[in-house]
């Protein structure tokens, strides 16, 4: 039974009997330094939440003077009058929504919580947009080695990523219905304008993705395949390196000496989990890198408590899975 | 219930009771052009067959006097001594298994049946390599686009593929019991050696293939997502011209004029269905396809009954679904 | 490709995008006697069946005057203009929603298309209630037995049913979704008081039916499991012989010697399949009866269709899987 | 990181890379008053644990010297040899194999772990029989009941359930192989003379149990539905007062006021879930009972650590999920 404190910061969740929602509750619930005092739904008001003892309420703007901080598990574009009146409370936010995204021209003044790279503006922003499930395997497999020069940018890097069904909410429709999505898998977003790119480019400016998602039969976790151009010279141990320095404080990026993370290691964890890989028979010196997380833990909920620890002076991975 | 005929012509499953025997027994139900006279298997000898009144039979060379054709469904690495002794028997054979394509070291003799690409060839063989699963989509995709020149040779093809679990055999493995498959997703084959790659190389000589293929917690069906790099000033539409004018004959393969196939509209079928998109926001001209078969069907036992087809003069679509 | 003529019966399918609708389509793609000639949706409107060159069309009752027989295909409730409509037109109609069914207080004039027990009345008949998926299993099994006077009616008869999730239609419902449906079961209609037991009743009067239905994380089937009150001396071997005495004509029906059939004997084909055991241990002889079968098939298209075959004189089993 | 201590008990599991060892290892990982000290396995040996810091070995008996009471997952047959060994060295052993349940032959001087039911027993035993998946439910159903005096013992207790594919183990077999049970569902252990039926009877005498098992096409869970004779007068809510009286102090048994209980609230816990139905429409009262656990939970791992705490004088439910 949870029980509410004077000593610990308090936190409420909008929108919080969608799965993103949901999610954030269990890891809060399983979180020793917050007291999660509210959890917003229209739809099942009333109804029991992940956290013992908490029941969902449906609650307006008022409810943010009982609370710290906010995460907003709305969905896409009901975000922003949250995020005003929250800011205009004084409230920390955390924003899971796309609205406030790099690419969405809303993203003035609000960091951009990918953790492991941004730490420091996190623990000192008021506000946070919380990365995109799909960018953060994308952005953290990226970023560090186009730091450090090992990327040829004249090539296009391709990325197969394919996404559990929760990627794509609980509003109920047609092409989710379990009959229809049992025994399938399909390609989408073709055509490279899927809108994750928007926030991708924006981070790693100077390279050409190629990204094209796929929708798995499966409740959660995002697999992602890249293929990986990199400058002669460069290879998978070299890569390998890399990441370890970049990651050696994350509490949950993880990098595999050898094999390749598959769904199974990551899904109900808040864990990233990177692997590189050599390969044969190619003129240009290429590399595969596999990258796995929940898109429901590192992907949104997990992301989301890591940086509210930052936000709120906790241990980094504190909470966390 | 199954009744033979002196007019039609007499064929034999070996080892049909693993998934591709047995596809291939389906597949012969439903053809009104052949008589399927024995089927053999070793640990379901007296069982039912997929054809009515036919039942499983354990059987060894003395079977092939009673056929015109034989098809070889073993383990990989058994159907060399079958294939002697057809040959030997002047009986013809289409060969399931690896042991003959392309890169065997054993293929001397031995036609490879990728039927849309060496048609008259198999008309006129007496022993038949059916092509693997994977290499079906990814040959038929390129070999018309490479002889036409509209690839850049000096990029490399990334193929990231999905396969269902019956592309592994039915032999007993603990990786892929139910309970260990069931919600996971993963690469496998990292390196860019897989077997499978020996055949599509012979086929696709000069094409810088970087093959990925990972496990779908399906039983079957095989989605091919392709990187294409081709020259300046080919687009999506030209290589769909390409594709319509090479296959305009095939009983199988349909080009979409829009949209991706996925699974659900492959699996369970002997279709091979391919789309391809252009791309935003690169800078080569670089298009992706997506190619979608059973790995049952044209990947294995659809492909082996269309070349029985031919080989037998038969109708080339006949039978097929 | 599907080309009318004027020599076979014309048929229409009001309703056709569902799950039941999309299934009367297939069967009807692959039966050689009749024309499907329209195929009503509103949502789907313009885009493809599953009979080839037959796309979906927004038509009411006036393109009743262009066909023989039509299949209401509807959501429960929405039948009841149609049927009028169509009986004032002079088409004779099978009606696959539960508005005519016993029970329904207006099955007056209508029969009831259970067609193993009535396909005398069938044959003669105008207008047709296809029976529930659930009632269809546990009435076919139990009304031979019942008539022989092989029940003891002193005793309930517990029916612990599962079935797939097409069974509850293709509308957007959360509860359906795949993220939802994955690795769950439950029972539902709890109480005994399932909208079936009004039609199952009705078909089975003096016997006290205790109904559990269940939902499977399946796409489709039905697999019900019967514990069954005879009197003494009845045995299993007894059960069988009067069912195969009753289903001896039947081209779908199948009774199995020994062991109990599963759902992959029966998805995707038209079959019922029962099987009977003897119990060990218990005072008061107690079988136990396990009948399979496609939900979409025996339990609605195919069932629906073999009344059509009857009331339009064509052979019973034709175009049945 | 693991890191053992003189303080607590140290604990040992033989056989610890099955489905069920695995479990008793999660739930070791999380349980703060004990050291699992080592795990056995032949076929992993050097392998990770779920428990961080301990990989698989391959020990004999020599290790029980380093524990103070040893888990034994072992196939069925093999525990006899590590019992005798375990009691010879002075160790509790609790067995989750079937060779020393009520029923085996072997259970003298042997304490039946059902917890709930035994728990003045448990705590003083040396050596304890952890239940088989299926009897938890059952048993833990029906004993308050008859113990009360709420039974019709005149009539037959039918119980269909279903469980997830974990509960037949992990080694090898065709018929579990993903592409086998995917879509599938079936009754097996037809003829009332499953072999967990020994284990309920003896518990459970007076009773005639009528069990009927399934396979579900899931990972983990079981869900059992009963048909409940009972005496004139008795409803579920009398039913519902006596098994609250009955579990008032367990830490993992809970019932329902109302609703019925998915495995969905179960899986990945080690809770028990009962609810009970009152039923229209027959002659004599009969009630039915929904039970839901997880087939490695409450149905092997649970019970175990839950039977662990007792003998080790440990809070009752310290470190279930």
Request: aromatic share 4%; with cysteine.
């Amino acid at each position: 039974m949870h029980t509410p404190s004077d000593s610990r910061p308090r936190v409420g969740v909008v929108g919080a009997s969608g799965y993103t929602g949901l999610e954030v509750l269990r890891v809060l619930a399983g979180h020793p330094g917050v007291d999660p005092v509210w959890a917003t739904s229209r739809s099942e008001a009333g109804g029991p939440t992940p956290v013992s003892g908490l029941a969902f309420t449906d609650r307006g703007y008022d409810a943010l003077a009982e609370v710290d901080l906010v995460f907003l598990c709305l969905p896409h574009g009901a975000a922003v009058p949250w995020m005003e009146a929250a800011r205009a409370a004084g409230v920390r936010v955390v924003d899971l929504t796309a609205d406030h995204r790099p690419g969405s021209g809303r993203d003035a003044g609000v960091v951009y919580g990918m953790t492991e790279l941004h730490g420091e503006a996190v623990a000192g922003a008021d506000a946070v947009a919380n990365p995109g499930c799909y960018p953060t395997g994308v952005i953290l497999s990226l970023a560090p080695l186009r730091a450090a020069g090992l990327l040829d940018d004249a090539r296009p890097i391709p990325v197969a990523a394919a996404s559990g069904v929760t990627g794509a909410g609980r509003s109920p429709r047609r092409d989710l219905l379990f009959a229809e999505v049992h025994g399938d898998y399909r390609a989408y977003g073709l055509g490279n304008g899927h809108r994750h790119l928007l926030e991708m480019r924006a981070e790693l400016p100077g390279l050409q993705l190629l990204f094209v998602p796929h929708l798995l039969p499966v409740p959660r976790g995002i697999l992602e395949t890249l293929t990986l151009p990199v400058v002669e010279g460069v290879d998978a141990a070299r890569v390998r390196d890399v990441w370890r320095e970049a990651y050696a404080t994350s509490p949950v990026v993880d990098i595999l000496a050898e094999g390749a993370p598959s769904l199974r290691d990551v899904v109900h964890t808040d864990r990233l989990v990177l692997s590189v890989h050599d390969n044969e028979g190619l003129r240009a010196p290429t590399l595969t890198v596999v990258a796995a997380l929940d898109n429901l833990g590192k992907g949104a909920a997990g992301q989301a408590v890591q940086n509210m620890n930052l936000m709120l002076g906790l241990e980094a991975g504190e909470g966390l899975r």
